[in-house]
């Protein structure tokens, strides 16, 4: 019997580009074991390898901007073969953080309340958005893009620093300001119609950022299982996989939660989690009996076309 062809996807160019290398290094190294592997970056000789290795599924293990939202689902919907997680619809909305919050909002989940702050119309006058913000949201706020993923470019202002956080991001034309929601960070996993499960996170850091999420030495402590009564985990599982469905997201997707006040709130949902050695989905997996592999193909067996 012919062992299955799987093209992985890794690299690209968003600024997630080097957690998206470990994450298919990290596929490759798993799923060479039973099938055929080949790494190819999402570039011009995509088609090329495509043609040559002819594979029966392209594992998408690309995060951020041009891999996650949307546009490299479509050039993968015309090469009609079938691909993992999320299609082109649902992987727009959720890395789309305004459409996906108002999506959240209509549907009665909790998520911080924010205002859109657009640079080329929205003067940088301290007293302007200063006065703005103690009126709809109060300080201290969360100021990020509206298109990243992994907590890139993503800050915690207090009024003093705000003006000098918000010119770091005005290359992105257009971003979020949130309220900060304080307390526990809580991640769930979904697996297609299946609840996984959730892990928490303790950041040593002031938050669970980049460093803390790709770095050892940030030393972020994963506790599992979480200590939640049977009530409120249930409860933020089936949050999870309401926002799941409501996206339409297909696959694997990890929705990252603040637990405060005894109140969830849905911060966002990632459609393509890393596969990373710090990664969360893969702890949770393991946790519930399921191994790296046995997730893979978990993974690989729900890919198809025309989501």
């Known amino acids: 019997m012919k062992k299955k062809k799987i093209l992985i996807l890794g690299g690209g160019i968003s600024k997630e580009r080097e957690i998206s290398l470990e994450t298919a290094k990290q596929v490759n190294n798993a799923l060479k074991k039973k099938y055929l592997t080949l790494l190819s970056e999402p570039n011009d000789s995509l088609i090329k390898n495509v043609k040559k290795f002819k594979p029966n599924i392209i594992f998408n293990a690309l995060h951020g901007r041009f891999g996650e939202d949307g546009y490299i689902q479509s050039v993968l919907e015309g090469l009609k073969i079938k691909y993992t997680h999320s299609g082109i619809l649902s992987s727009s909305i959720a890395m789309d953080k305004i459409i996906s919050k108002e999506i959240f909002i209509k549907n009665k989940i909790l998520t911080p309340k924010y205002l859109k702050?657009?640079?080329?119309n929205d003067i940088l006058k301290k007293n302007k958005i200063t006065n703005k913000i103690k009126l709809k949201l109060k300080f201290p706020v969360v100021i990020k893009p509206i298109n990243e993923g992994?907590?890139?470019?993503?800050?915690?202002c207090f009024e003093k620093n705000l003006i000098k956080n918000l010119k770091k991001l005005e290359k992105y034309k257009e971003i979020l300001i949130e309220e900060y929601i304080g307390g526990?960070?809580?991640?769930?996993?979904?697996?297609?119609?299946?609840?996984?499960?959730?892990?928490?996170?303790?950041?040593?850091?002031?938050?669970?950022d980049y460093t803390a999420k790709y770095n050892s030495k940030a030393k972020t402590e994963h506790l599992i299982p979480?200590?939640?009564?049977?009530?409120?985990?249930?409860?933020?599982?089936?949050?999870?996989?309401?926002?799941?469905?409501?996206?339409?997201?297909?696959?694997?997707?990890?929705?990252?939660?603040?637990?405060?006040?005894?109140k969830f709130y849905l911060l966002e949902i990632n459609?393509?989690?890393?596969?990373?050695?710090?990664?969360?989905?893969?702890?949770?997996?393991a946790y519930k009996g399921m191994n790296f592999l046995n997730l893979l193909e978990w993974i690989l067996n729900d890919a198809s076309i025309n989501k």
């Open 184 to 208: 526990r960070e809580i991640q769930v996993a979904i697996l297609g119609k299946k609840k996984l499960g959730a892990i928490e996170l303790k950041p040593k850091r002031k938050f669970y």
């Open 117 to 120: 702050f657009n640079f080329s």
């Open 150 to 156: 992994s907590s890139v470019d993503v800050f915690i």
């Open 271 to 285: 459609t393509q989690p890393g596969m990373t050695k710090l990664s969360l989905v893969p702890e949770i997996a």
């Open 226 to 262: 979480v200590s939640l009564s049977l009530k409120n985990m249930n409860k933020i599982l089936n949050i999870a996989f309401k926002a799941h469905n409501l996206l339409r997201c297909r696959g694997v997707t990890r929705s990252d939660f603040k637990f405060y006040n005894n």
